[in-house]
Protein backbone atom coordinates (compact mmCIF):
# COMPACT_ATOMS: atom_id res chain seq x y z
CA UNK A 1 0.00 0.00 0.00
CA UNK A 2 1.05 3.82 -0.50
CA UNK A 3 3.37 5.62 1.41
CA UNK A 4 2.69 8.94 2.38
CA UNK A 5 5.07 11.93 3.11
CA UNK A 6 4.40 15.56 4.60
CA UNK A 7 5.42 18.16 1.64
CA UNK A 8 6.11 22.00 2.55
CA UNK A 9 5.09 22.55 -1.68
CA UNK A 10 1.60 24.09 -2.49
CA UNK A 11 -1.12 22.01 -2.29
CA UNK A 12 -4.29 23.40 -4.21
CA UNK A 13 -7.37 22.92 -2.98
CA UNK A 14 -9.84 21.44 -5.60
CA UNK A 15 -11.69 24.28 -6.93
CA UNK A 16 -13.26 22.43 -10.01
CA UNK A 17 -13.70 18.65 -11.44
CA UNK A 18 -11.19 19.25 -14.02
CA UNK A 19 -9.04 18.93 -10.57
CA UNK A 20 -10.45 15.38 -10.04
CA UNK A 21 -9.99 14.51 -13.40
CA UNK A 22 -6.47 15.94 -14.00
CA UNK A 23 -4.74 12.45 -12.21
CA UNK A 24 -5.58 9.97 -14.97
CA UNK A 25 -5.04 12.98 -17.79
CA UNK A 26 -1.89 13.68 -16.41
CA UNK A 27 -0.51 10.04 -17.00
CA UNK A 28 -1.36 9.97 -20.89
CA UNK A 29 2.12 9.29 -22.29
CA UNK A 30 3.86 8.89 -25.86
CA UNK A 31 4.19 5.03 -26.42
CA UNK A 32 8.22 5.77 -26.67
CA UNK A 33 7.25 7.17 -22.92
CA UNK A 34 5.30 4.10 -21.24
CA UNK A 35 7.27 2.49 -18.65
CA UNK A 36 7.00 -0.45 -16.80
CA UNK A 37 6.54 -0.85 -12.54
CA UNK A 38 6.58 -3.70 -10.70
CA UNK A 39 5.63 -3.75 -7.35
CA UNK A 40 6.11 -7.38 -5.30
CA UNK A 41 5.41 -8.30 -1.58
CA UNK A 42 7.19 -11.04 0.31
CA UNK A 43 6.35 -12.86 3.96
CA UNK A 44 9.49 -12.54 6.46
CA UNK A 45 10.30 -14.79 9.12
CA UNK A 46 12.65 -15.74 12.08
CA UNK A 47 14.10 -18.52 10.70
CA UNK A 48 14.96 -20.69 13.71
CA UNK A 49 11.10 -20.62 14.50
CA UNK A 50 9.32 -19.17 11.45
CA UNK A 51 7.80 -16.70 13.39
CA UNK A 52 6.92 -12.96 12.04
CA UNK A 53 9.00 -11.08 13.45
CA UNK A 54 7.83 -7.91 14.94
CA UNK A 55 9.04 -4.00 14.01
CA UNK A 56 10.95 -3.23 17.51
CA UNK A 57 12.61 -6.10 18.52
CA UNK A 58 16.34 -6.81 17.42
CA UNK A 59 16.88 -7.98 13.80
CA UNK A 60 12.98 -7.25 13.29
CA UNK A 61 11.19 -5.26 10.63
CA UNK A 62 12.78 -2.14 11.57
CA UNK A 63 16.14 -3.07 11.71
CA UNK A 64 15.88 -4.79 8.46
CA UNK A 65 14.86 -1.40 6.84
CA UNK A 66 17.92 0.54 8.17
CA UNK A 67 20.32 -2.29 7.05
CA UNK A 68 19.13 -1.99 3.61
CA UNK A 69 20.48 2.01 3.71
CA UNK A 70 23.92 0.18 3.54
CA UNK A 71 23.04 -0.24 -0.43
CA UNK A 72 22.00 3.11 -0.54
CA UNK A 73 18.43 3.17 0.39
CA UNK A 74 17.37 6.00 2.17
CA UNK A 75 14.82 5.87 5.11
CA UNK A 76 11.24 7.56 5.11
CA UNK A 77 9.94 8.43 8.71
CA UNK A 78 6.27 8.60 10.00
CA UNK A 79 5.87 10.04 13.92
CA UNK A 80 9.36 9.02 14.05
CA UNK A 81 9.34 5.49 12.75
CA UNK A 82 11.24 4.28 9.63
CA UNK A 83 8.14 2.46 7.76
CA UNK A 84 9.75 2.46 4.10
CA UNK A 85 12.66 3.48 1.97
CA UNK A 86 13.89 5.86 -1.38
CA UNK A 87 16.34 4.75 -4.04
CA UNK A 88 17.38 4.64 -7.32
CA UNK A 89 15.00 1.48 -7.78
CA UNK A 90 12.13 2.88 -6.42
CA UNK A 91 10.32 2.12 -2.45
CA UNK A 92 10.54 -0.85 -0.37
CA UNK A 93 7.64 -0.14 2.10
CA UNK A 94 5.48 -2.34 4.45
CA UNK A 95 2.42 -3.64 4.17
CA UNK A 96 0.51 -4.30 7.96
CA UNK A 97 1.99 -7.01 9.47
CA UNK A 98 5.28 -6.78 8.05
CA UNK A 99 5.06 -7.63 4.43
CA UNK A 100 8.46 -6.39 2.91
CA UNK A 101 7.06 -4.95 -0.39
CA UNK A 102 9.89 -3.46 -3.35
CA UNK A 103 8.03 -0.64 -5.22
CA UNK A 104 10.04 -0.61 -8.15
CA UNK A 105 10.75 2.43 -10.89
CA UNK A 106 9.05 2.93 -13.97
CA UNK A 107 11.27 0.94 -16.56
CA UNK A 108 11.64 0.60 -20.33
CA UNK A 109 11.98 -2.78 -20.53
CA UNK A 110 11.27 -6.28 -18.72
CA UNK A 111 15.14 -6.82 -18.91
CA UNK A 112 15.27 -3.78 -16.22
CA UNK A 113 12.45 -5.01 -14.39
CA UNK A 114 13.88 -8.19 -13.49
CA UNK A 115 17.01 -7.05 -12.82
CA UNK A 116 16.12 -4.74 -10.50
CA UNK A 117 13.92 -7.29 -8.89
CA UNK A 118 17.15 -8.99 -8.65
CA UNK A 119 19.15 -6.36 -6.98
CA UNK A 120 16.43 -6.37 -4.23
CA UNK A 121 16.10 -9.79 -3.43
CA UNK A 122 19.68 -10.02 -3.48
CA UNK A 123 20.44 -7.42 -0.82
CA UNK A 124 17.03 -8.62 0.94
CA UNK A 125 18.56 -12.05 1.20
CA UNK A 126 22.03 -10.26 2.41
CA UNK A 127 20.16 -8.62 5.20
CA UNK A 128 18.21 -11.55 6.09
CA UNK A 129 21.86 -13.83 6.36
CA UNK A 130 22.98 -11.01 8.98
CA UNK A 131 19.70 -11.39 11.15
CA UNK A 132 18.64 -14.35 10.66
CA UNK A 133 15.30 -13.56 8.71
CA UNK A 134 13.59 -15.95 5.64
CA UNK A 135 11.76 -14.45 2.61
CA UNK A 136 8.63 -16.25 1.44
CA UNK A 137 7.24 -16.22 -2.27
CA UNK A 138 3.66 -17.37 -1.28
CA UNK A 139 0.20 -15.75 -1.61
CA UNK A 140 -0.56 -15.67 2.12
CA UNK A 141 0.90 -16.79 5.47
CA UNK A 142 0.61 -20.64 5.38
CA UNK A 143 0.18 -21.18 8.91
CA UNK A 144 -0.49 -17.80 10.73
CA UNK A 145 -3.40 -16.59 12.61
CA UNK A 146 -4.14 -12.91 12.55
CA UNK A 147 -3.14 -12.64 16.18
CA UNK A 148 0.14 -14.35 15.62
CA UNK A 149 1.23 -11.52 13.07
CA UNK A 150 2.62 -7.50 14.61
CA UNK A 151 1.19 -4.66 13.13
CA UNK A 152 3.15 -2.38 11.92
CA UNK A 153 3.54 1.62 13.20
CA UNK A 154 1.51 3.70 10.23
CA UNK A 155 -1.20 5.33 10.95
CA UNK A 156 -3.45 4.65 7.73
CA UNK A 157 -3.48 0.70 8.95
CA UNK A 158 -4.61 1.67 12.47
CA UNK A 159 -7.63 3.56 10.48
CA UNK A 160 -8.37 0.90 8.01
CA UNK A 161 -7.89 -1.90 10.72
CA UNK A 162 -10.79 -0.36 12.86
CA UNK A 163 -12.91 0.15 9.36
CA UNK A 164 -12.27 -3.58 7.94
CA UNK A 165 -14.49 -5.70 10.06
CA UNK A 166 -17.27 -3.54 9.67
CA UNK A 167 -17.46 -3.96 5.76
CA UNK A 168 -16.40 -7.55 5.39
CA UNK A 169 -15.36 -10.60 7.22
CA UNK A 170 -12.06 -11.36 5.34
CA UNK A 171 -10.43 -7.39 5.32
CA UNK A 172 -8.00 -7.99 8.23
CA UNK A 173 -6.94 -11.03 6.44
CA UNK A 174 -6.44 -9.21 3.58
CA UNK A 175 -4.20 -6.57 5.13
CA UNK A 176 -2.09 -8.97 7.47
CA UNK A 177 -2.17 -12.49 5.90
CA UNK A 178 -1.41 -11.80 2.12
CA UNK A 179 1.20 -10.47 -0.50
CA UNK A 180 0.83 -10.14 -4.24
CA UNK A 181 2.92 -9.05 -7.70
CA UNK A 182 1.59 -5.88 -9.56
CA UNK A 183 2.17 -4.29 -12.21
CA UNK A 184 1.50 -0.67 -13.06
CA UNK A 185 1.48 0.50 -16.84
CA UNK A 186 0.98 3.16 -18.99
CA UNK A 187 -1.42 4.24 -21.87
CA UNK A 188 -1.29 6.83 -24.49
CA UNK A 189 -5.27 8.47 -24.16
CA UNK A 190 -8.34 7.92 -22.94
CA UNK A 191 -9.03 5.46 -25.55
CA UNK A 192 -6.59 3.89 -24.78
CA UNK A 193 -6.94 3.26 -21.24
CA UNK A 194 -10.45 2.35 -21.50
CA UNK A 195 -9.63 -0.72 -24.06
CA UNK A 196 -5.98 -1.92 -21.67
CA UNK A 197 -8.66 -1.32 -18.60
CA UNK A 198 -11.21 -3.92 -20.32
CA UNK A 199 -8.32 -6.28 -21.53
CA UNK A 200 -6.85 -6.42 -18.21
CA UNK A 201 -9.96 -6.48 -15.98
CA UNK A 202 -11.55 -9.42 -18.18
CA UNK A 203 -8.17 -11.36 -17.91
CA UNK A 204 -7.73 -10.90 -14.63
CA UNK A 205 -8.71 -14.31 -13.70
CA UNK A 206 -6.16 -15.69 -15.88
CA UNK A 207 -3.46 -14.19 -13.85
CA UNK A 208 -5.10 -15.02 -10.63
CA UNK A 209 -4.86 -19.03 -11.93
CA UNK A 210 -1.84 -18.78 -13.49
CA UNK A 211 -0.19 -17.26 -10.63
CA UNK A 212 -2.20 -19.17 -7.66
CA UNK A 213 0.15 -19.73 -4.67
CA UNK A 214 -2.01 -19.28 -1.33
CA UNK A 215 -3.64 -22.78 -0.76
CA UNK A 216 -3.06 -23.08 2.91
CA UNK A 217 -4.51 -20.91 6.14
CA UNK A 218 -3.33 -22.08 9.42
CA UNK A 219 -1.27 -25.22 8.47
CA UNK A 220 -4.22 -27.10 6.61
CA UNK A 221 -5.39 -27.15 2.93
CA UNK A 222 -8.53 -24.66 2.49
CA UNK A 223 -10.33 -25.63 -0.40
CA UNK A 224 -8.90 -22.54 -2.46
CA UNK A 225 -5.84 -22.18 -5.15
CA UNK A 226 -5.71 -18.52 -4.56
CA UNK A 227 -7.37 -17.84 -1.23
CA UNK A 228 -5.90 -14.49 -1.64
CA UNK A 229 -7.87 -13.43 -4.07
CA UNK A 230 -11.22 -15.33 -2.57
CA UNK A 231 -10.37 -13.07 0.50
CA UNK A 232 -10.93 -9.98 -2.16
CA UNK A 233 -14.48 -11.04 -2.24
CA UNK A 234 -15.59 -10.69 1.21
CA UNK A 235 -13.26 -7.35 1.85
CA UNK A 236 -15.61 -4.28 1.27
CA UNK A 237 -17.79 -4.27 -1.79
CA UNK A 238 -17.64 -0.44 -1.74
CA UNK A 239 -13.95 -0.52 -3.26
CA UNK A 240 -13.16 -4.08 -4.84
CA UNK A 241 -14.23 -6.36 -7.26
CA UNK A 242 -14.91 -6.26 -11.33
CA UNK A 243 -16.11 -3.13 -11.92
CA UNK A 244 -19.31 -3.83 -14.71
CA UNK A 245 -18.98 -0.23 -15.31
CA UNK A 246 -15.66 -0.19 -17.05
CA UNK A 247 -17.02 -2.28 -20.19
CA UNK A 248 -19.98 0.14 -20.72
CA UNK A 249 -19.82 2.27 -24.00
CA UNK A 250 -18.61 5.81 -23.21
CA UNK A 251 -16.32 4.72 -20.06
CA UNK A 252 -13.28 6.97 -19.01
CA UNK A 253 -11.70 8.99 -16.95
CA UNK A 254 -15.00 10.87 -15.79
CA UNK A 255 -16.78 7.29 -15.32
CA UNK A 256 -13.94 7.00 -12.93
CA UNK A 257 -13.92 10.09 -11.31
CA UNK A 258 -17.84 8.93 -10.19
CA UNK A 259 -16.85 5.81 -8.89
CA UNK A 260 -13.67 7.02 -6.71
CA UNK A 261 -16.02 9.89 -5.48
CA UNK A 262 -18.50 7.27 -4.20
CA UNK A 263 -15.71 5.24 -3.11
CA UNK A 264 -16.40 5.73 1.17
CA UNK A 265 -12.97 7.40 2.64
CA UNK A 266 -10.27 6.09 5.14
CA UNK A 267 -8.40 9.05 5.96
CA UNK A 268 -7.26 12.90 5.83
CA UNK A 269 -3.22 13.12 6.10
CA UNK A 270 -2.83 16.87 7.81
CA UNK A 271 0.40 17.77 9.18
CA UNK A 272 2.24 14.46 9.15
CA UNK A 273 -0.72 12.34 10.82
CA UNK A 274 -3.64 10.20 9.71
CA UNK A 275 -7.37 11.43 10.71
CA UNK A 276 -9.51 9.22 10.64
CA UNK A 277 -12.28 9.83 8.22
CA UNK A 278 -13.34 6.31 7.37
CA UNK A 279 -17.12 5.83 5.86
CA UNK A 280 -17.38 9.45 5.14
CA UNK A 281 -18.02 10.76 1.63
CA UNK A 282 -15.55 12.43 -0.52
CA UNK A 283 -18.34 14.61 -2.20
CA UNK A 284 -18.96 15.95 0.91
CA UNK A 285 -15.39 16.72 1.81
CA UNK A 286 -15.61 18.74 -1.60
CA UNK A 287 -18.21 20.92 -0.39
CA UNK A 288 -16.70 21.61 3.40
CA UNK A 289 -19.10 18.85 4.72
CA UNK A 290 -17.10 16.25 5.88
CA UNK A 291 -17.47 15.47 9.90
CA UNK A 292 -13.74 14.33 10.21
CA UNK A 293 -12.40 18.21 9.00
CA UNK A 294 -15.54 20.53 9.33
CA UNK A 295 -15.55 23.75 7.06
CA UNK A 296 -12.33 21.98 5.52
CA UNK A 297 -12.31 21.16 1.54
CA UNK A 298 -10.07 18.84 -0.34
CA UNK A 299 -6.65 19.37 -1.63
CA UNK A 300 -4.89 17.70 -4.29
CA UNK A 301 -3.26 15.69 -2.22
CA UNK A 302 -6.06 14.91 -0.73
CA UNK A 303 -7.67 13.21 -3.73
CA UNK A 304 -4.33 11.33 -4.84
CA UNK A 305 -4.41 9.47 -0.96
CA UNK A 306 -8.12 8.60 -2.01
CA UNK A 307 -7.38 7.66 -5.18
CA UNK A 308 -5.01 5.05 -3.32
CA UNK A 309 -7.43 3.87 -1.45
CA UNK A 310 -9.56 1.68 -3.74
CA UNK A 311 -8.65 -2.00 -4.54
CA UNK A 312 -10.50 -3.49 -7.58
CA UNK A 313 -9.01 -5.88 -9.88
CA UNK A 314 -7.63 -3.08 -11.93
CA UNK A 315 -7.22 0.40 -10.74
CA UNK A 316 -6.43 3.56 -12.50
CA UNK A 317 -4.55 6.36 -10.82
CA UNK A 318 -2.25 8.19 -13.37
CA UNK A 319 -1.06 4.54 -14.64
CA UNK A 320 -3.08 1.28 -14.67
CA UNK A 321 -2.76 -1.05 -12.11
CA UNK A 322 -3.15 -4.89 -12.78
CA UNK A 323 -3.91 -6.85 -9.52
CA UNK A 324 -4.98 -10.10 -9.69
CA UNK A 325 -1.63 -12.43 -8.98
CA UNK A 326 -0.36 -14.24 -5.68
CA UNK A 327 3.09 -13.42 -4.13
CA UNK A 328 5.85 -15.73 -5.90
CA UNK A 329 9.19 -16.77 -6.54
CA UNK A 330 11.59 -14.54 -8.91
CA UNK A 331 10.93 -16.28 -11.89
CA UNK A 332 6.97 -15.10 -11.53
CA UNK A 333 7.87 -11.84 -10.59
CA UNK A 334 9.30 -11.28 -13.79
CA UNK A 335 7.20 -13.01 -15.09
CA UNK A 336 4.00 -10.99 -14.63
CA UNK A 337 5.02 -8.12 -16.59
CA UNK A 338 6.06 -9.93 -19.03
CA UNK A 339 2.36 -11.65 -19.63
CA UNK A 340 0.58 -7.65 -19.69
CA UNK A 341 3.20 -6.10 -21.06
CA UNK A 342 3.10 -8.22 -24.06
CA UNK A 343 -0.86 -8.05 -24.16
CA UNK A 344 -1.14 -4.25 -23.69
CA UNK A 345 1.98 -2.03 -25.05
CA UNK A 346 1.72 -3.72 -28.77
CA UNK A 347 -1.88 -2.75 -30.55
CA UNK A 348 -1.90 -5.83 -32.58
CA UNK A 349 -1.83 -7.77 -29.14
CA UNK A 350 -3.98 -5.59 -27.51
CA UNK A 351 -7.15 -5.70 -30.05
CA UNK A 352 -6.34 -10.12 -30.54
CA UNK A 353 -6.24 -9.82 -26.70
CA UNK A 354 -10.03 -7.67 -26.72
CA UNK A 355 -11.30 -10.04 -29.45
CA UNK A 356 -11.08 -12.71 -26.68
CA UNK A 357 -12.86 -11.27 -24.05
CA UNK A 358 -14.78 -8.89 -26.03
CA UNK A 359 -18.59 -11.14 -26.43
CA UNK A 360 -18.20 -12.02 -22.84
CA UNK A 361 -21.48 -11.21 -20.58
CA UNK A 362 -21.06 -9.39 -16.88
CA UNK A 363 -22.31 -12.63 -14.98
CA UNK A 364 -19.47 -14.65 -17.38
CA UNK A 365 -16.90 -12.33 -16.16
CA UNK A 366 -18.00 -12.62 -12.72
CA UNK A 367 -17.83 -16.46 -12.80
CA UNK A 368 -14.69 -16.54 -13.79
CA UNK A 369 -13.61 -14.62 -11.19
CA UNK A 370 -15.76 -16.31 -8.47
CA UNK A 371 -13.96 -19.51 -9.60
CA UNK A 372 -10.46 -19.23 -11.10
CA UNK A 373 -9.64 -18.86 -6.90
CA UNK A 374 -10.59 -22.33 -6.26
CA UNK A 375 -10.25 -24.18 -9.73
CA UNK A 376 -7.37 -22.85 -11.26
CA UNK A 377 -6.68 -23.52 -15.30
CA UNK A 378 -9.89 -25.92 -14.46
CA UNK A 379 -12.13 -23.21 -14.46
CA UNK A 380 -14.74 -23.38 -17.57
CA UNK A 381 -14.99 -20.63 -20.34
CA UNK A 382 -18.01 -19.15 -22.20
CA UNK A 383 -18.76 -21.26 -24.73
CA UNK A 384 -16.74 -23.96 -23.91
CA UNK A 385 -12.92 -25.21 -22.76
CA UNK A 386 -11.19 -24.20 -19.99
CA UNK A 387 -9.13 -21.75 -18.20
CA UNK A 388 -6.08 -23.43 -19.18
CA UNK A 389 -7.40 -22.95 -22.84
CA UNK A 390 -7.33 -19.19 -22.86
CA UNK A 391 -3.64 -19.54 -21.05
CA UNK A 392 -2.42 -20.75 -24.17
CA UNK A 393 -4.19 -18.45 -26.14
CA UNK A 394 -3.10 -15.24 -24.31
CA UNK A 395 0.37 -16.57 -23.93
CA UNK A 396 0.95 -17.09 -27.65
CA UNK A 397 -0.50 -13.40 -28.28
CA UNK A 398 1.82 -11.97 -25.53
CA UNK A 399 4.10 -13.47 -27.02
CA UNK A 400 4.23 -11.93 -29.94
CA UNK A 401 3.12 -8.73 -28.64
CA UNK A 402 7.09 -8.77 -26.85
CA UNK A 403 8.51 -9.75 -30.39
CA UNK A 404 7.00 -6.93 -32.00
CA UNK A 405 8.46 -4.77 -28.74
CA UNK A 406 11.80 -6.04 -29.91
CA UNK A 407 13.53 -4.65 -26.75
CA UNK A 408 16.71 -6.48 -26.81
CA UNK A 409 19.66 -6.99 -24.20
CA UNK A 410 23.24 -6.94 -24.38
CA UNK A 411 23.07 -10.77 -25.60
CA UNK A 412 20.78 -9.65 -28.37
CA UNK A 413 17.84 -11.59 -26.45
CA UNK A 414 14.02 -10.01 -26.60
CA UNK A 415 11.48 -10.41 -23.95
CA UNK A 416 9.62 -13.44 -24.73
CA UNK A 417 11.82 -15.53 -22.58
CA UNK A 418 10.14 -14.41 -19.47
CA UNK A 419 7.33 -16.04 -20.44
CA UNK A 420 8.70 -19.00 -20.25
CA UNK A 421 7.86 -20.13 -16.30
CA UNK A 422 3.87 -19.64 -17.50
CA UNK A 423 4.25 -21.77 -21.04
CA UNK A 424 5.36 -24.39 -18.11
CA UNK A 425 1.98 -24.03 -15.98
CA UNK A 426 -0.43 -24.04 -18.74
CA UNK A 427 1.64 -27.28 -20.51
CA UNK A 428 0.62 -28.92 -17.38
CA UNK A 429 -2.36 -27.61 -16.27
CA UNK A 430 -0.83 -27.42 -12.67
CA UNK A 431 -0.89 -23.89 -10.65
CA UNK A 432 1.85 -23.28 -8.11
CA UNK A 433 -0.59 -23.86 -5.53
CA UNK A 434 -1.34 -27.37 -6.58
CA UNK A 435 2.22 -28.13 -6.76
CA UNK A 436 2.40 -27.27 -3.03
CA UNK A 437 -0.68 -29.35 -2.47
CA UNK A 438 1.01 -32.17 -3.83
CA UNK A 439 4.26 -32.11 -2.06
CA UNK A 440 2.23 -31.90 1.26
CA UNK A 441 -0.10 -34.21 0.70
CA UNK A 442 3.30 -36.49 -0.28
CA UNK A 443 6.62 -35.79 0.71
CA UNK A 444 6.21 -33.22 3.36
CA UNK A 445 3.35 -35.68 5.18
CA UNK A 446 1.02 -32.88 6.51
CA UNK A 447 3.94 -30.65 7.47
CA UNK A 448 3.37 -27.19 5.85
CA UNK A 449 6.03 -25.72 7.37
CA UNK A 450 8.05 -27.49 4.89
CA UNK A 451 6.98 -24.46 2.93
CA UNK A 452 9.75 -21.96 3.98
CA UNK A 453 12.67 -23.64 2.23
CA UNK A 454 10.91 -22.66 -0.87
CA UNK A 455 12.13 -19.38 0.02
CA UNK A 456 13.23 -16.56 -2.78
Not at 271 to 297: C, H, N, T, V, W
Not at 344 to 361: P, T
Not at 369 to 377: Q, V
Request: net charge negative.
Amino acid sequence: MSTREASSEQDPIIENRDQLVAPMQGGEKPKDDWRIGTEHEKLVYKREDFRAPSYDEPCGIRDVLMNLREFGWEPVEENGSVIALKGQDGAVSLEPAGQLELSGAPLKNLHETCAETGRHLQQVKAIGEHCGIGFLGLGMWPDKTREELPVMPKGRYEIMMRHMPKVGSLGLDMMLRTCTIQVNLDYSNEADMAQKFRVGLALQPLATALFANSPFTEGKPNGYLSYRSHIWSDTDPHRTGMLPFVFDDGFGYERWVDYMLDVPMYFVFRDGKYIDAAGQSFRDFLEGKLPALPGERPTQSDWWDHLSTAFPEVRLKSFLEMRGADGGPWSRICALPALWVGLLYDQGALDAAWDLVKDWSMEEREALRDNAPKLGLDTPLPGGGTMQDLGGDVLAIARQGLKSRNALNSSGDNETGFLETLDEIVASGKVPAQRLLDRFHGEWNGDVSRVYKYSF
